[in-house]
């Protein structure tokens, strides 16, 4: 008796594969992890031929979302935005420079919508130039230059 199994996936599962592709996987894989939350099913031969033929729409629809996030990182290339804060007497800024803080200031230069997931970065408080990492999916990532300025309390 095999081990293996091939499955079709429901979902994009990380480290996997993406929605539709057909995978194969460790029978206790599927029977405990992918079928208990729906994220896979048996490939069996009807459901093969279903996947083909979504096969060239969900590639079609994964490229275009792959030319709008190429889009989005040429809006963003060599980006430079200012955050400015009240600030302490130390010169240090009395709230932290959040992610929302950095979503609404792109959002302001370059009408570019983001969400807090797409940025990596630690919050920070101190004046000056930080950079701040775009992410938004495998190998598309970009690199925006926040600066913060303080104002006096």
């Given amino acids: 008796m095999s081990t ?4 079709v996936l429901n979902s994009d599962v990380k480290k996997l594969g993406y929605k539709g592709d057909v995978v194969t996987v460790k029978r206790g894989f ?4 992918l079928s208990p939350r729906t994220l896979a099913d048996y490939a069996s031969e009807a459901r093969l031929k279903v996947v083909e033929n979504r096969k060239e729409k969900l590639v079609m629809a994964r490229q275009q979302v792959l030319d709008m996030a190429k889009d989005v990182l040429a809006k963003i290339k060599d980006l430079k935005v200012v955050i400015t804060g009240k600030m302490t007497k130390t010169g240090k800024l009395y709230g932290s420079v959040t992610e929302e803080k950095v979503i609404a200031a792109i959002k302001d230069a370059c009408k570019v919508e983001l969400t807090k997931e797409q940025i990596k970065m630690e919050h920070f408080k101190d004046l000056g130039e930080h950079k ?3 992410h938004l999916g495998e190998g598309l990532e970009e690199t925006v230059v926040v600066e913060v300025s303080g104002e006096k309390a």
Avoid: G, T
């Avoid at 293996?4 to 499955?7: D, L, M, Q, R």
């Avoid at 599927?30 to 992890?33: A, E, Q, S």
């Fill in 132 to 134: 701040v990492l775009v």
């Fill in 30 to 33: 599927f029977r405990n992890f």
């Fill in 4 to 7: 293996s199994i091939k499955v």
